[in-house]
């Protein structure tokens, strides 16, 4: 479903939210639909993952421009789906297909990290088939590539690139949320590690700085107890992580002895 309340639907599920990085991949291969199912079997409701197409045009969920199978790498782009399925992740794990697992998950959100220009459109083209404008948020490091996929799905949710964050946080560092808003332009949250080299990104400062621009923040990537409540009791939003299964439960920890 387009439109324009899009976004809003995807952020409709109280927070934190816990973002299931590439599912959990404890026992399986990350990416994969074993991998989503784990996670939503500990009662994740958004799975983060990665898009690649292959040579004829199917957005695929892959990490790397690369599979390495039977000691062999195959760039995705040079492969078909067909030839891209016939190669074993391990334990009979294939790569999906985005329309896959938006139908096999069909009450999860998808955080989709378009990882290539080519994947733009056969994101967006499966997005549409499955009716998904309202469950997914797509991002990109690049500016360009993130723009490009989002155009063809008004409303839809989205994370700001390396290129729009970078300026926000100029606007946060100095408490100005005029500065955020221009730079975010209706960019619902941000994406990011907690420090950048040696620049701490999220602090009490800046979450609170993106708060009152309307911008939720999400922190990658977060797999230790100790940091998750540290994090959390700093504002922020949204925890993508490994360890959905560690995560999860901490949460309604929290909540139960009203920390959240």
């Known amino acids: 479903m387009a439109g324009e309340n899009a976004a809003s639907r995807y952020f409709d599920p109280p927070g934190p939210r816990i973002l299931a990085h590439r599912g959990l991949a404890l026992a399986v291969p990350e990416n994969t639909i074993a991998a989503f199912q784990a996670a939503v079997d ?44 016939q190669l074993d992740l391990g334990g009979g794990h294939r790569v999906p297909t985005l329309a896959g697992a938006l139908v096999t998950f069909p009450n999860a959100r998808f955080n989709i990290d378009v990882k290539a220009e080519q994947a733009a459109g056969p994101v967006v083209r499966a997005i549409l088939a499955e009716r998904a404008v309202d469950r997914v948020l797509l991002t990109s490091f690049d500016e360009a590539r993130r723009t490009r996929a989002i155009d063809s799905l008004p409303g839809v949710a989205s994370s700001a690139s390396s290129e729009r964050f970078a300026r926000a946080f100029v606007g946060a ?76 439960p901490l949460v309604a920890d929290r909540a139960i002895r009203g920390r959240v």
């Not at 197409?53 to 995705?76: K, Q, R």
């Not at 994406?191 to 602090?203: A, F």
């Not at 309307?214 to 998750?228: A, L, Q, R």
Request: glycine letters at 8%; charged letters at 25%; aromatic letters at 2%.
């Open 173 to 248: 560092r100095v408490g100005s949320v005029t500065l955020v808003r221009s730079a975010l332009g209706g960019i619902r949250c941000v994406q990011i590690p907690e420090k950048h080299r040696n620049l701490r990104l999220v602090t009490g400062r800046s979450v609170r700085a993106f708060h009152r621009a309307g911008v939720e923040v999400h922190v990658w990537t977060v797999n230790e107890p100790d940091d998750m409540h540290r994090l959390l009791d700093l504002g922020v939003d949204g925890l993508i992580t490994d360890r959905a299964d560690v995560a999860l």
């Open 42 to 85: 500990v009662g994740a409701v958004y799975l983060e993952t990665d898009a690649h197409a292959t040579a004829d045009g199917v957005a695929v969920l892959v990490h790397d421009p690369e599979i390495v199978a039977d000691g062999v790498s195959h760039p995705v782009r040079n492969l078909t789906l067909s030839q891209l399925r």
